[in-house]
């Protein structure tokens, strides 16, 4: 199937309720990883953070990560799941290259944490409650690179190498239950729920979240039921959808191809997808049929893990104040509308714009510099926003050089390039490209005495009380001093040098 053979969006969901399921892994930012004391830290060379145990040596032996576990309470407890006074880690059995143990541990029927909701808030301030069936530990497998291939996938290629660096991070997953009712408005809902999520997991400190760097994965699963019918249809699941964009866009995707099946009276094949980001379409991955068998067992070499009810209740009182509470308030403070404050967490800029306003830029210059030249860049570079290399106390900086006058809105974007570009602060910026505002009242006064004399007719017809003129004579004056100067005080003096009243 092409993408040509899709059903329109709107006639789909004129026929079909779509159900969904996302499923998330959340990469915890533990210091070692779940069951032994080796390093997490990304970017290190290749097996240079690996134990007997993360390679799963004869004789080895796993201890489970305590911030590990407590991370997962924090997060079921922050989805308002029930914490389980007792379970177990489990064998989930299978081969993979990247999976040295030949097993992933992880929780099968005794989960952590079950039975929660988020809601969530979309663009036009109506909440979803999306439920929760479970919040489990796991850890990471290792990664594989494909080399010689075109597109980097194992076909094609001449070999693979192997980095254990990752297998063992501390990864929980997050399950909803089937989501439902949502009709045109579940790749919304799809969406906004993986944002909520994120900031949740960033507000309780247990990850930094990064999508892009694959420190959040989402697996969209799609069914599609006639209205009116109770019967789920065959779902599909997409893997490992990694920007929030993207998983509207494989939501919406998967429902007109779904539909085109459907309504063509074939059959939808139960199979994992892999999502393609270029044209937002899915291809088939392999058939998943549900005579899947990993065998699970209680993993004999961990104890159970049984928080006390001390604990749990202990975390529960440590919880920070929750993402749509707190949104909230910073809307209103700020003074801008549901949908101003849903493109700010949809752009991952909440946080930034806080820590901006902190360093001392007022909320509407920071909001602006994140939401318009930082967010234009972020697009640009294909990372989040978060990952631009600028800080919130450069930002304030940047907003305080405006507001002082000493840089106008195109110096300042310079200047932000300057620093994107790594030549050093703000105002390291501004010195070396030399892009203060020439706010030399004498060189001002002389660079529009020359516009005058130049543009005679022009001054001419201002004097004759055309005003609006005056606005040529300010190109001549910003044009003179290659944008320098504050464009509003070389209007204030054109007009005044011609006895004009503004
Ligand atoms: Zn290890």
């Given at each position: 199937m092409?993408v040509?053979?899709?059903?329109?969006?709107?006639d789909a969901l004129?026929?079909?309720?779509?159900?969904?399921?996302l499923?998330?892994?959340?990469?915890?930012g533990?210091?070692t990883?779940?069951?032994c004391?080796c390093?997490t830290?990304?970017?290190a060379?290749?097996?240079t953070?690996?134990?007997?145990?993360c390679?799963?040596?004869?004789?080895?032996?796993?201890?489970?990560?305590?911030?590990?576990?407590?991370?997962?309470?924090?997060?079921?407890?922050a989805?308002?799941c029930?914490?389980?006074?007792?379970?177990?880690?489990?064998?989930k059995?299978?081969?993979?290259?990247?999976?040295?143990?030949n097993?992933?541990t992880?929780q099968?029927?005794e989960?952590i944490?079950?039975d929660?909701?988020?809601?969530?808030?979309?663009?036009?301030?109506?909440?979803?409650?999306?439920?929760i069936?479970?919040?489990h530990?796991?850890e990471d497998?290792?990664?594989?690179?494909?080399v010689?291939?075109?597109t980097g996938r194992?076909?094609?290629?001449?070999?693979s190498?192997?980095?254990?660096n990752?297998a063992?991070?501390?990864?929980i997953?997050i399950v909803?239950?089937?989501?439902?009712?949502a009709?045109?408005r579940?790749p919304?809902?799809a969406?906004a729920?993986?944002?909520?999520?994120?900031?949740?997991?960033?507000?309780l400190?247990v990850?930094?979240?990064r999508m892009?760097?694959g420190?959040?994965?989402c697996d969209?699963?799609?069914s599609?039921?006639?209205?009116?019918?109770?019967t789920?249809g065959?779902?599909?699941?997409t893997k490992n959808v990694?920007?929030?964009?993207?998983?509207?866009?494989?939501?919406r995707?998967?429902?007109?191809?779904?539909?085109?099946?459907?309504s063509?009276?074939g059959?939808v094949?139960q199979e994992?997808r892999h999502?393609h980001e270029d044209?937002?379409s899915?291809t088939?991955g392999?058939?998943?049929?549900?005579?899947e068998?990993?065998r699970?067992?209680?993993?004999?070499d961990?104890?159970?893990v049984?928080?006390?009810r001390e604990?749990?209740?202990?975390?529960?009182?440590g919880?920070?104040?929750l993402?749509?509470?707190?949104?909230?308030?910073l809307?209103?403070?700020w003074?801008?509308s549901?949908?101003?404050?849903?493109?700010?967490?949809n752009a991952?800029?909440?946080?930034?714009?806080?820590?901006t306003?902190?360093?001392?830029a007022?909320a509407?210059?920071?909001r602006k510099w994140?939401m318009?030249?930082?967010?234009?860049?972020?697009?640009?570079d294909?990372?989040e926003l978060?990952?631009?290399p600028?800080?919130?106390?450069d930002?304030?900086?940047?907003?305080?050089?405006v507001?002082?006058?000493?840089?106008n809105?195109?110096?300042?974007?310079?200047?932000?390039?300057g620093?994107l570009a790594?030549?050093?602060?703000p105002?390291e910026?501004v010195?070396?490209?030399g892009?203060k505002?020439?706010?030399?009242?004498?060189?001002?006064?002389?660079?529009?005495?020359?516009?005058i004399?130049?543009?005679?007719?022009?001054?001419d017809?201002?004097?004759?009380g055309?005003?609006?003129?005056?606005?040529?004579?300010?190109?001549a004056?910003?044009?003179?001093?290659?944008?320098?100067a504050d464009?509003?005080?070389?209007?204030?003096?054109?007009?005044?040098?011609?006895?004009?009243?503004g």
């Amino acid at each position: 199937m092409t993408v040509t053979d899709l059903v329109s969006y709107e006639d789909a969901l004129a026929t079909y309720e779509p159900v969904m399921g996302l499923e998330v892994h959340v990469e915890l930012g533990t210091k070692t990883k779940m069951f032994c004391g080796c390093s997490t830290t990304l970017g290190a060379d290749a097996n240079t953070q690996t134990c007997p145990t993360c390679l799963g040596l004869p004789g080895s032996l796993p201890v489970v990560n305590a911030t590990g576990v407590e991370s997962a309470i924090k997060i079921g407890l922050a989805l308002n799941c029930s914490i389980a006074e007792w379970c177990r880690f489990a064998r989930k059995n299978y081969f993979y290259p990247d999976m040295p143990k030949n097993f992933q541990t992880s929780q099968y029927d005794e989960p952590i944490a079950f039975d929660g909701y988020l809601d969530v808030q979309l663009e036009d301030g109506e909440v979803f409650r999306v439920e929760i069936e479970r919040a489990h530990m796991e850890e990471d497998t290792g990664k594989s690179t494909h080399v010689g291939g075109a597109t980097g996938r194992i076909h094609g290629a001449s070999h693979s190498l192997l980095d254990y660096n990752r297998a063992g991070i501390p990864l929980i997953e997050i399950v909803t239950k089937p989501i439902k009712g949502a009709g045109e408005r579940a790749p919304e809902v799809a969406k906004a729920y993986v944002a909520e999520l994120r900031e949740l997991i960033k507000a309780l400190g247990v990850s930094e979240a990064r999508m892009e760097m694959g420190q959040m994965r989402c697996d969209v699963n799609l069914s599609l039921m006639p209205k009116g019918s109770e019967t789920f249809g065959t779902r599909s699941e997409t893997k490992n959808v990694n920007s929030l964009r993207s998983v509207e866009r494989a939501a919406r995707f998967e429902i007109q191809r779904h539909a085109a099946v459907l309504s063509s009276g074939g059959t939808v094949v139960q199979e994992t997808r892999h999502f393609h980001e270029d044209d937002g379409s899915t291809t088939a991955g392999r058939i998943k049929d549900n005579a899947e068998d990993y065998r699970y067992f209680p993993e004999p070499d961990l104890v159970p893990v049984a928080p006390s009810r001390e604990w749990v209740e202990e975390l529960r009182k440590g919880l920070p104040e929750l993402p749509r509470v707190r949104r909230n308030r910073l809307r209103e403070e700020w003074g801008i509308s549901e949908h101003d404050m849903q493109s700010i967490l949809n752009a991952g800029a909440v946080d930034l714009i806080v820590a901006t306003t902190e360093a001392g830029a007022d909320a509407a210059s920071a909001r602006k510099w994140w939401m318009g030249e930082l967010a234009r860049r972020a697009n640009e570079d294909g990372v989040e926003l978060a990952a631009l290399p600028i800080t919130p106390v450069d930002v304030a900086r940047v907003a305080a050089l405006v507001a002082e006058g000493s840089l106008n809105d195109k110096l300042a974007r310079q200047t932000i390039e300057g620093v994107l570009a790594g030549e050093g602060t703000p105002d390291e910026v501004v010195d070396k490209r030399g892009l203060k505002v020439v706010s030399d009242e004498g060189a001002l006064g002389k660079a529009v005495d020359e516009a005058i004399e130049s543009n005679a007719a022009i001054a001419d017809k201002i004097r004759g009380g055309k005003v609006a003129a005056a606005g040529a004579l300010v190109g001549a004056v910003m044009k003179a001093t290659r944008g320098q100067a504050d464009a509003a005080r070389v209007r204030e003096l054109i007009l005044e040098k011609l006895g004009v009243e503004g």
